[in-house]
């Protein structure tokens, strides 16, 4: 059995950002960022598959070196499509066409292009922990849930929790943690049995500010362009 089998989706019709998967950043292919994370974190034997409905994306993959052993069916390339149908998409071909049974399934879109190769590591090393239910990359938010607030029509704004503690202080703050979107790990069984990436008693691995950005529209490209020409990803830093 296989440990870990990597997916990397990549749909050509992104709406926020057009043709998103297929541009460049920083001198490097979107896709290009992710294929070298996952070879530098140095996970083993770990299986990793470009899953794209588009020729162009699929030819873009290739030539990062990822492979690219199937197309994905258009039915899962719409916006209603769920990640975790690709992902089991993914994993039932590769089963069937590849032989490859996997254990886990790591899922690693292409717009959080900064997460670290210690990231993937860690996720992967945790597979190993008693009573490992998944892991998922999340960033803290130092906000008290009486800052933060659902909106009405009219703009009315009612607080989450009105009756949570607020010091006023960012660093008197016990942080919350919110998902990132730049990693998944998930058992394979568990994806299967509740159809979710986050099953009950996951884990997570806190990323910065730069390891967590998330690119869906025009601007957060514009912050990922300045983040890279900065020189404040990973690849620059260990570069030097």
């Known amino acids: ?7 990397v989706p990549a749909r050509g019709g992104s709406k926020g950002l057009p043709r998103k998967n297929a541009r460049t950043l920083g001198g490097l292919p979107l896709l290009g960022w992710t ?28 030539s990062v070196g990822l492979d690219v052993p199937f197309t994905r069916p258009p039915e899962l390339a719409t916006d209603e499509a769920t990640a975790e149908a690709v992902a089991l998409h993914a994993l039932d ?11 886990a399934v790591m899922w690693l ?7 670290t190769p210690a990231a993937l590591s860690d996720a992967v090393g945790m597979m190993s922990t008693p009573g ?13 849930l009486r800052t933060l607030f659902r909106i009405k029509d009219g703009g009315e704004l009612t607080a989450v929790d ?3 503690e607020d010091s006023g202080r960012r660093q008197a703050l016990e942080p919350l943690f919110t998902p990132n979107g730049a990693l998944y790990l998930v058992p394979a069984a568990a994806l299967r049995a509740c ?26 490209w514009a912050v990922a362009e300045a983040l890279a020409a900065a020189g404040l990803t990973w690849r620059s830093t260990s570069s030097r």
């Open 1 to 7: 059995m296989t440990g870990v089998l990597i997916v």
């Open 35 to 62: 294929a070298e994370v996952v070879r530098t974190a140095g996970l083993g034997e770990a299986v990793c598959v470009l899953s794209t409905d588009d020729p162009e994306i699929a030819e873009i993959g290739r």
């Open 93 to 103: 071909w590769m089963a069937q066409h590849r032989g490859v049974d996997a254990s």
């Open 109 to 115: 879109q292409p717009t959080s292009p900064f997460r």
């Open 132 to 144: 490992f239910a998944g892991v998922v990359g999340v960033k803290a938010v130092y906000r008290s």
């Open 162 to 164: 009105a009756s949570a």
């Open 195 to 220: 159809g979710r990436f986050v099953p009950p008693q996951f884990r997570g691995i806190v990323m910065d500010q730069v390891a967590s950005l998330d690119i869906d529209d025009a601007v957060d």
